[in-house]
C-alpha cells in the first residue's frame, strides 16, 4: 500500500479539484483554460418544523448536465479540441467540486432565520459537494476496478474527508457513491461524491441518539452489539475477511440492502489501519460483484459510508458503509410509494435470510 | 350530502368487502363463488435498533399481481365468465383487504421477540391492508371524480378508519393513493389503499414528538401555527376554500408537494363536519387537476392522509393531507438517491415559491 501523489488545481471558475495519482512522474494540468459561466446562485437550507429536518433549495440544480452522450462526458479527461471538467489528459483517481452543487461555499455567520418567523427558518446553503471519479476510463465499474484503484479511491476519502472536516461550518463529511439510471443517475461515468452538510444529517443524529440512548441502558457500544448479534445469529452474513464483516441487516429496508462494518470500532476512514483498508479494497468490490451477479448484469445502488460527525457525538460514531439497491427481482425495482415515502414504513417483499443465503451462494 | 348505502361481504378466502353505494335500491352481490387459494403466510414485522423503527418483511408480496393487462383487471367489476376481486357487476366505491397484505390478522398476543436477543426483536405482522376502488370504469382518475363521488369516498374512509381503528393490536389508520406507474403502482384501475399498522409509525411519532415539544416550550400548536404562518405569508399558498387551505411547505422536499389542512383543528376524518367534507370533495380533486395541468397530462403522485393514531398522543394530531410527486419538470423525475436515501437529507431543485405560483397560475 504505497502513498499517492497528490496535486492540486483550480478550475476556471474557481472551483478546487484534487488529483490522486499512483505512479510517480505524471504531470498533471493544474491550469484550466475554459471560459466558464459564474458558479450557479447558492442555494438555502429550510427548517422543516414537523420532522425537525433540514431541507435544501437548490433551484440551480434543475439545469444540470442531464444524462450527455459519451463523447460529451464532463467526467472524462480532456482530450485535444474538448475540455471537460479534468483538464488533464488522463487521469487515476481525481476529486472536484461539482459545477452544480447542493451545498457551496462558507457561512459568513451573517443569516439566522427569517425575522420574526421561528417556524420558517431559512439559512444559506453552504458546504460542499464534489465528485469523485475513480477511473478516467469512461465505462469502468467501482465493482470492476483493481485493489490497487480502490485503495487509491480509499486515500482520496480520506484527504476530502480531512479537507471538508477543516471548513467552517461543514458538520458532517459523506462518502458516496450513486449507481445506475434506475436510481436517476444523470452522469454514466463511473464517480462518487463527497458532500460537507452544514449541519447533521437526520439519519446521523437519529442513529447517534440511538446509541446514546443504548449506552445509557447498557454500558455498551449499540453499533458494536449489532455486528456482535449478527455475527452470531450467522444466517444473514454475506462475507467476513480479518478485519470486515459484511450482512444483510435483520430489518433490511431494501429488497438487496449490505451493511459493512470493520470489525474493530473506528470513527472515520482516515482512522483505518493499512491493513484495514489493503482488506477493504478487496471486499467492498466483491461484494458489489455478488450484488450484480444476483439478477444477472448491472445494479443499480446507494452506497453510502457513515463516519462520525466533524464535531459532535464522534465517540458515539462506529464507521461503516451501508449498501441498497432496489433491485427485487430481474427487471422489477422496488418503489418507495405511500407506506415508505409519507409514513417512513417499510415494506421488504424479499427476507434477509433469503438476500443473504443467495449472495452467500455466489462465488466471491 | 346524502348517507351512503353500505353492504358488507365476505370474499372466498375469508377477507372482508364493504360496497359504499349512492342509490338505494342497488343488489350488491355478497357471495364469491371463486375457487381461490389459501391466505399467503403471515408477514413479520422487524425492530431495526439503529433508526428505532419498525420493518415489515412480507415475503410473499413477491408473488403479487402485477400490471396485469385491462381485461384481466382484479379491480374491475365481475362479468360472466370472469370473475374479479369484486362479486357484483357494477359498484359505485368499494372496499376490501387486500389479498397480498403487508399487514393481516389480529396479533394473538404470543410473541414478544427472539429469546435472549434484545436487539433483534421480531414481531408477526398483524393488522390490515385494505383496497378502495373508486369507480367501477378501469381508467377513472381521483382528479376527475364527480364531487359526490369523492363524498363516497370520504365516506369509505372514514368507515374503514373506524373498523379498522376497532381491530385488537392496530394503533394507527393510514388512507392514502398511490398512483403512476413511475412511483411503482402495479395496479392501473384508479384506487387508494388503507394500512392499519401494528404500530405508530416513524414519521407520526416523530411530527407528534415534534408538536409535544412546541407545546411545551410555546403552549400552542404547532401544526395550526404552521398553517397560519403559511397563510401569512401567502406565497405559498395554492388554493383556499371556507374550511380549507392548500399549500406548498416552506421547506418542501419533493418538487411538487402540497399539503392541505383544515381551517379548524380536526384529528380524524371522521370528525369533519358535512360542510368540511363538502368542500374537501371540491378541493382535493381540484388540486390534483392544476397539478396535473403543471406539466400537461397524468402526474405520479402519493397521497397520504395524517390521522390522529388510534390510542396515543391523539390531542396532539391535526388531520391534513400530504401530497407529493417527483415530478420536477416534463419527463424528468427526482429521485431519492444517496442523500436522500442514506441521510434523510433532501435536495429539493424547484423553489416552494415557484412551484405554488405556478400551481396557482392553473385556473381552478
Known amino acids: ?79 485535444a479540441g474538448r475540455q471537460t471538467e479534468i483538464p488533464s489528459t488522463d487521469y487515476d483517481v481525481v476529486a472536484f467540486e461539482n459545477r452544480f452543487p447542493a451545498f457551496a461555499g462558507v457561512d459568513s455567520g451573517a443569516s439566522a432565520g427569517l425575522p420574526g418567523e421561528d417556524l420558517l427558518v431559512e439559512q444559506p446553503g453552504t458546504g460542499r459537494c464534489e465528485v469523485v471519479c475513480y477511473s478516467s476510463k469512461h465505462d469502468a465499474a467501482f465493482s470492476a476496478l483493481p485493489s490497487s484503484r480502490v485503495l487509491t479511491v480509499i486515500e482520496a476519502w480520506v484527504n476530502r474527508t480531512t479537507a471538508l472536516s477543516r471548513l467552517p461550518g461543514v458538520e458532517q ?9 434506475e436510481i436517476g443517475v444523470t452522469l454514466q461515468h463511473a464517480h462518487g461524491q463527497i ?18 440512548r443504548y449506552l445509557e441502558r447498557t454500558g455498551r457500544d449499540l453499533f458494536a452489539d449489532i455486528l456482535a448479534a449478527e455475527i452470531k445469529a450467522e444466517t444473514r452474513i454475506v462475507a467476513r475477511s480479518g478485519a470486515w464483516t459484511a450482512f444483510v441487516p435483520f430489518a433490511a429496508r431494501w429488497p438487496l440492502e449490505v451493511h459493512l462494518y470493520p470489525d474493530r470500532q473506528v470513527r472515520e476512514l482516515g482512522d483505518l489501519t493499512m491493513l484495514e483498508r489493503a482488506e477493504l479494497a478487496e471486499i467492498l468490490p466483491a461484494i458489489l460483484r455478488r450484488m450484480e451477479a444476483l439478477y444477472g448484469g448491472s445494479v443499480p445502488y446507494i452506497a453510502a459510508w457513515h463516519q462520525a460527525p466533524v464535531r459532535v457525538s464522534r465517540d458515539l460514531a462506529y464507521l461503516h458503509m ?4 432496489p433491485r427485487r427481482a430481474p427487471g422489477r425495482l422496488k418503489f418507495l410509494a405511500g407506506s415508505e415515502s409519507a409514513m417512513d414504513a417499510w415494506i421488504n417483499d424479499v427476507s434477509p435470510e433469503t438476500a443473504a443465503s443467495a449472495l452467500r451462494a455466489i462465488p466471491g
Open 1 to 79: 500500500v504505497g502513498a499517492r501523489r497528490v496535486t492540486e488545481a483550480l478550475l476556471a471558475d474557481g472551483r478546487e479539484l484534487v488529483y490522486f495519482d499512483e505512479r510517480e512522474g505524471v504531470d498533471r494540468i493544474v491550469h484550466d483554460t475554459r471560459r466558464l459561466d459564474s458558479p450557479p446562485p447558492p442555494s438555502v437550507v429550510r427548517h422543516d418544523p414537523l420532522l425537525d429536518e433540514w431541507v435544501a433549495i437548490a433551484g440551480h440544480r434543475q439545469g444540470r448536465t442531464y444524462l450527455p452522450l459519451a463523447d460529451e462526458c464532463p467526467l472524462c479527461p480532456s482530450v
Open 173 to 181: 463529511v459523506f462518502c458516496f457513491e450513486n449507481r445506475g439510471l
Open 195 to 212: 458532500y460537507g452538510y452544514p449541519y447533521l444529517t437526520s439519519r446521523t443524529r437519529r442513529m447517534l441518539n440511538s446509541a446514546a
Open 322 to 325: 451501508e449498501i441498497m439497491s
